[in-house]
């Protein structure tokens, strides 16, 4: 059984920085491509960006695109979202998400997902 546990989330000023993390257990990380996803209230969830088993592929959200960095650290079983320059539009919580042997863009090609880590961006 594969379990992720995102962290990082906060209170943050419009402009600012967070770094959201999420630790992998159950299985080898290396074996999963992973993405971020984030729901904002009234909203449905949303892709935000992916990377791929080795990290050497990366897809992001024209929304974040340029703001946020999507990274992974396969021995530490860690995936890291870096966000700079938040905007109160960020707001919402955010969920990684595991998919066998590929990054994707698309919910339903996700296997599993973590409880999710509130992020809000005050102006």
């Known amino acids: 059984q594969v379990q992720l546990a995102e962290s990082g989330g906060g209170l943050v000023q419009a402009g600012g920085s967070l770094r959201l993390s999420c630790e992998v257990s159950?299985?080898?990380?290396?074996?999963?491509?992973m993405g971020w996803f984030r729901q904002a209230p009234g909203k449905e969830r949303e892709f935000v960006a992916t990377?791929?088993?080795?990290?050497?592929?990366?897809a992001y959200a024209d929304s974040v695109k340029g703001r946020f960095t999507i990274s992974r650290d396969n021995a530490k079983n860690t995936v890291y979202l870096q966000m700079n320059s938040l905007l109160p539009e960020d707001t919402a919580v955010y969920y990684c998400?595991?998919?066998?042997?590929?990054?994707?863009?698309?919910?339903?090609?996700?296997?599993?997902w973590g409880q999710g880590t509130q992020v809000t961006v005050s102006s």
């Open positions: 998400a595991a998919n066998i042997l590929a990054a994707a863009t698309l919910e339903r090609e996700y296997d599993y």
């Open positions: 159950g299985r080898t990380l290396s074996m999963y491509g």
């Open positions: 990377i791929s088993t080795s990290g050497s592929r990366t």
